[in-house]
């Protein structure tokens, strides 16, 4: 990084959430590269250690990727952050949103959402 015209050891430098965004940054380059064929983009918990601002501008970095694809994407995220699945299912209007959740014995249930806050079971 160059800071006033002199170059700024970086190691060690950056927060949590920067390496975050980086690091999404990199695959979402990567994935642009090497599988355009390949439409689907899967990402996990992508929001851990940002702020709410930063949650924001990753909703809508993903909004205008998936809307400037000609093809279309399938986009798979993992993650319990409801300011993005919120933000998400605003922008992009998926068909169904899926939610994975244990009952009281901790047995794992999938259920579809056609809203958010609307579910039905899944088989």
């Given at each position: 990084?160059?800071?006033d015209g002199k170059e700024l ?52 970095m993903l909004t205008r990727l ?36 244990k009952n009281e014995y901790g ?17």
């Open positions: 990084m160059i800071v050891e970086m190691r060690d430098r950056c927060s949590a959430g920067q390496k975050v965004l980086a690091s999404i940054l990199i695959r979402i380059a990567l994935a642009e590269v090497f599988a355009t064929s390949c439409p689907i983009l899967a990402l996990d918990e992508p929001t851990t250690n940002l702020d709410v601002d930063k949650i924001d501008n990753i909703g809508h998936i809307e400037s694809r000609e093809d279309h994407i399938q986009l798979v995220v993992i993650t319990h952050d409801k300011q993005l699945v919120s933000l998400l299912h605003l922008s992009c209007r998926p068909e169904y949103v899926y939610g994975l959740s047995v794992s249930k999938l259920k579809r959402h056609t809203r958010i806050g609307d579910t039905q079971d899944v088989n």
